[in-house]
Every structure is written in structure tokens, then in C-alpha cells.
């Protein structure tokens, strides 16, 4: 039990009651940091965006990550995300940077079931100009422990002087720590679902801080069958998918859970196509017995409520499952592990029901950039905030889910 010092006590009168009392920490644990650090970064300046220190920072980090960790392609992708050069080309995106200052404090909870989602936001909230609290995964990956290995290796050699603007905690789920850290904060950002959003909700925030929330989503893919049967590189295809899919098993909000077909020959597509896909899953891709529990009861879920069709593959790796029409609750029956649905449009409008408001991103492949922009101009739909190349989904950007995180985690000086 810790009482909360006076200093970060000035910073927050505007809530006082929840720091009158004894503050119970237990089962708090720090990573990187400690609660010295989460005290000093209520005095801290401060920083522009795209901060010099910052894109050093991270180029260093870049630099460790794609040595040793290679083994695993998400670190590996965040290494080579964060380069200094690719930063520098997301600066050069902004023309408003030189009136910009980041918020303060950012606390970060992130998902437990995507490994490497917490260095992305860490990255955005550094390179907003922000110290940064962020909560990890409570699972034990291995990507965990090798980012937040590097980060403090760096802290503690040649970038101590930012050892104030991070700090790496875990937890179980506790009001009270929640509380404690929302009050604290400029911005906080919730990663993890809708019942997240709203437990993290219960939590007050300063009466001038905002909330970025990364709710409940789905995500779909648009295959043109027609240039799919024409493409020599097959291969290369199918590792697009898989790496949008297996690699998260399907947990992302990313990760397409709906196949839409389009084109003159989409029967000899989806063979092709499938049978592929079986290939590299039976291979490389590990499913334990209770996901395939899960995977036949999530179909029955389904099977009682809308006309559906499965589709027997070679094995249990794969579901697909034949939709008559895209009206149905998607996000209630979407499941992980190889459980796809599967429609055939006529034309690229026919996903207009998909794209509800949970709707995040739209992956494709055999379509024209011009198509995908004329059909947003022209139906403007609810849901969609990403349209990606297949194989891209997983990539992390700067602007997601809608936001323009480096906007959303900074404040704008307006001189006249």
C-alpha cells in the first residue's frame, strides 16, 4: 500500500477523492521502470512530435531488433517499422508539426492475444511527443520479454536521459490500478474489445484528457477470381494470407474472417485457392483440440441462425462456410483458428451490408486502386477505416482504426 506523492497530487485536484486513500498496488509489476519514473513524468516537458531523441531512440531499437529477432517475423516487423528513414518519411506527412506539442502523459493498455501491439503504441506515443505507461499483454510471449529486453538495455546505456518518457508495467485487471493510471494521464488509449472499452470506462480521466479505444472490429477480403487464376505467384499469394490470418491466429481485428469472391471463375478459383492454403496450414500451422471444439461449435452457432453451407475441406484445419447473402450479425459469429466465411458477389458494391460500422479493414487483391476509391465516393460507407493489399493487414500505421494517432496524442498551439 503506497500513498501517491504530493507532486502528482498538484497535477490531478481536479480528482482528489481517490487519492485521499491508501492505494492497494498489489500484483503491479514493473518491466521497465518503476514508480519513480511514473513520478517524475508529471514534471516532464513536453516533447514535439518526431522529436530528434525519439526517432534516434527508435532507430537504435530498429537496429537491436532485426539482430535478435529474427525468429520471430512480428518483432522482426516491428524492427524494420521503426526505422529512422521510414519515421522520417511519416514526418514528412505533416505540415502542421512545427506548432504541435504531445499531451503529456499517455497510459496505453493493450491486448493480451497480439504480442507485438504494445511497441506499436509505445512508438506512437513517443513519437507524439509523450511519456508513455503502458500495460502489456498479461500472457508470457517471448516477443515481450525480447522488445522490453532491448528497450531497457537502451534506457540504461546511451538514451537514459529518456528513461523518464517510458515506463512497461503488467497486471491483472484491478480498478483501482486502472484508476490510478487513467487519472494520471493526457490520453488514454485502450486496445482489447468492447468489454475492455467499458471496464476501462469506470475509470475517471482529468476533465481535459481524451480517450483513444480500439473496440470490437471484423475485417474482410475482396478476391477478383479472375486475376487470382491469372497470377504467377501463387505462392507468394498464399504466404500474403496466411501471414493476415494464421500468423494471429485470426485474433487481430485485422484478420479477415469473410472471403468475397468476385469475377467470371470463381469456383476454380476458390479450389485453387483453398486447396493452397490447406497445403501450407497442414504444414506449419499447430491446432490444439480444444480450437477445433471451438471451431465446430462456433459453425453450429451459425448453422441455427442463417443459411449456411460448410464446405469439407481435406481436414480440420480450415472452415469455410457458403453465405446466401451478408446480412447476418458477422461480429457475433466470427470465430479464429481457420474459420472463414465465404460469399459470391457480382459486383464490389454487394459488400455494402459488411461494411457496418465494426467493420475495420478491407484487404483485396485484383483491384484497381481507382475501383476501391470510386466505390468509397460513390456509397459512402459506415464501416471501413483501412484498405489494404492482401498481406498487408497486419501492418501497423500511424493513422488506424480512423485516428490520426500523432493528432489524437498531441495538441495544436493555434498563434494568430
Known amino acids: 500500500l503506497v500513498y501517491l506523492s504530493e507532486n502528482l497530487n498538484s497535477n490531478l485536484i481536479a480528482h482528489p477523492n481517490i487519492f485521499d486513500k491508501k492505494i492497494d498496488f498489489d500484483g503491479l509489476e514493473y518491466v521497465v521502470g518503476g514508480p519513480d519514473i511514473v513520478e517524475m513524468m508529471s514534471q516532464l516537458e513536453p516533447l514535439a512530435p518526431f522529436d530528434e531523441k525519439i526517432l534516434n531512440f527508435l532507430g537504435a531499437l530498429s537496429s537491436r531488433l532485426m539482430a535478435v529477432g529474427r525468429q520471430y517475423p512480428d518483432v522482426a516487423t516491428f524492427g524494420f517499422w521503426c526505422r529512422k528513414a521510414f519515421l522520417l518519411k511519416e514526418k514528412s506527412r505533416y505540415d502542421d508539426l512545427d506548432c504541435r506539442l504531445g499531451r503529456g502523459i499517455v497510459f496505453h493498455s493493450t491486448p493480451s492475444n497480439v ?11 513517443l513519437l507524439a511527443g509523450n511519456a508513455n505507461i503502458v500495460r ?6 517471448q516477443q515481450v520479454g525480447i522488445i522490453c529486453r532491448e528497450i531497457a538495455l537502451l534506457l540504461n546505456g546511451e538514451y537514459a536521459t529518456l528513461k523518464p518518457y517510458i515506463c512497461l508495467v503488467k497486471y491483472a485487471s484491478k480498478q483501482e ?38 473496440a470490437d472490429r471484423y475485417s474482410f477480403l475482396v478476391v477478383n477470381a479472375n486475376r487470382y487464376l ?15 490470418t ?7 481485428c485485422t484478420s479477415p474472417c469473410i472471403v468475397v469472391w468476385l469475377g467470371s471463375n470463381k469456383e476454380a478459383a ?66 479464429n483458428s481457420g474459420f472463414f466465411f465465404e460469399y459470391n458477389a457480382e459486383k464490389l458494391e454487394d459488400i455494402l451490408p459488411l461494411c457496418r460500422n465494426k467493420c475495420q479493414t478491407m484487404t483485396y487483391f485484383g483491384l484497381e486502386r481507382e475501383t476501391v476509391s470510386d466505390f468509397f465516393a ?28 500523432i493528432r489524437e496524442m498531441s495538441r495544436k498551439i493555434n498563434i494568430l
Not at 491469372?230 to 493476415?244: G, S, V
Not at 494464421?246 to 487481430?252: G, T
Not at 460513390?378 to 488506424?400: A, E, N, T, Y
Open 115 to 125: 504480442p507485438v501491439n504494445f511497441a506499436y503504441s509505445l512508438a506512437a506515443g
Open 136 to 141: 502489456l499483454p498479461g500472457k508470457d510471449f
Open 177 to 214: 490500478i486502472h484508476d490510478f493510471f487513467s487519472l494520471l494521464c493526457n490520453t488514454r488509449v485502450v486496445w482489447g474489445g468492447d468489454q475492455t472499452v467499458a471496464n476501462f470506462r469506470r475509470s475517471p480521466l482529468q476533465p481535459r484528457a481524451n480517450e483513444i479505444t480500439f
Open 230 to 244: 491469372d497470377a504467377k505467384d501463387k505462392d507468394k499469394l498464399t504466404q500474403d494470407f496466411y501471414n493476415d
Open 246 to 252: 494464421f500468423l494471429s491466429d485470426q485474433n487481430a
Open 270 to 335: 476458390q479450389k485453387v485457392f483453398w486447396d493452397k492454403i490447406e497445403a501450407k496450414v497442414s504444414k506449419e500451422y499447430k491446432l490444439a483440440e480444444v480450437q477445433a471444439v471451438g471451431k465446430l461449435d462456433a459453425f453450429y452457432q451459425v448453422a441455427a441462425v442463417t443459411d449456411i453451407q460448410l464446405v469439407s475441406g481435406g481436414s480440420n484445419f480450415i472452415y469455410r462456410m457458403k453465405l446466401s447473402d451478408l446480412s447476418f450479425d458477422i461480429e457475433r459469429f466470427k470465430y
Open 378 to 405: 460513390s456509397f459512402h460507407p459506415k464501416g471501413i477505416d483501412r484498405v489494404v493489399p492482401m498481406g498487408k493487414s497486419m501492418d501497423f500505421s500511424l493513422v488506424w482504426d480512423g485516428y490520426d494517432l
